[in-house]
């Protein structure tokens, strides 16, 4: 009878702190939830003042590659034979590129992705990319911006000079979108596009293109979209697409 009562005072307690369990549990996810719902709001306000980023897809300056005369020149190991480097050179517009015989690689300003190793990988993973580096953005939770840069060193494989643009660009996401892409993937699990096919972006998408898109593009001077190529986010096709490339990528 003791241990009966015994059993029954143990079970009792047991129930007791699961419902603290439950109820703290409640308030925590509560808790995160009301937190990640108006720190959105507040970074929603300054998302909807940020321009577009559309002007820098219709500009008439290119990147363009070719041997240009007294750049990058030198003999072979024999000394017999000059070779000339391509070199990488930012022209006013494609007319003028053709006229110095340079072939246009991207719309706007060469940067420091303007290389044939960082233009091939966004070439090659045009349909991964996004996921990629989604999933490095995530490390910066844990590991902050040494974390995210290794990430993109062993799975993506820039060169230096251009992880370093892509490793501030996510950074600069931390610091002005994390409530909103915490909304959109956890609590909205938005795809891409809002809507399957659309062009309009999620939330989280469309305030790393507002907030940070502008000094990504500054540093790295491309991405897939001044290359012309067709990725797995949907764009609008005559804004925001390069069309004067003569490198099919």
């Not at 699961?18 to 306000?45: D, H, N, P, W, Y």
């Not at 290389?115 to 090659?124: G, K, S, Y």
């Not at 990319?129 to 844990?142: D, E, Q, Y």
């Not at 643009?165 to 996401?173: A, E, L």
Request: net charge neutral; hydrophobic share 35%.
């Amino acid at each position: 009878e003791q241990r009966l009562r015994d059993m029954k005072a143990f079970l009792s307690r047991i129930m007791r702190i699961s419902k603290c369990t439950c109820v703290i549990l409640v308030l925590i996810v509560s808790t995160m939830f009301v937190g990640i719902m108006f720190g959105a709001f507040i970074e929603q306000r300054s998302i909807s003042q940020s321009p577009t980023t559309f002007a820098f897809y219709n500009s008439s300056r290119v990147c363009a590659t070719g041997n240009d005369i007294g750049i990058d020149d030198f003999l072979d190991a024999d000394q017999q034979v000059l070779v000339r480097k391509d070199t990488m050179k930012t022209f006013n517009s494609s007319e003028e590129a053709h006229q110095h015989e340079f072939e246009v690689v991207h719309c706007g300003d060469c940067g420091q992705c303007s290389t044939w190793n960082d233009m091939r990988i966004l070439a090659d993973t045009k349909t991964t990319l996004t996921k990629r580096s989604k999933l490095c953005a995530a490390r910066g939770f844990f590991g902050g911006k040494k974390a995210i840069a290794k990430c993109v060193h062993d799975t993506i494989g820039f060169t230096t000079p251009c992880q370093d643009c892509w490793v501030n660009d996510m950074m600069c996401t931390f610091s002005n979108c994390v409530y909103t892409c915490l909304k959109s993937i956890y609590i909205l699990g938005e795809r891409k596009n809002v809507k399957n096919g659309g062009l309009k972006l999620n939330s989280c998408l469309e305030c790393d293109e507002r907030m940070c898109g502008p000094a990504f593009l500054d540093c790295a001077g491309v991405n897939r979209r001044r290359l012309g190529i067709e990725s797995d986010i949907h764009r609008n096709f005559s804004l925001e697409q390069c069309h004067s490339v003569d490198i099919h990528w």
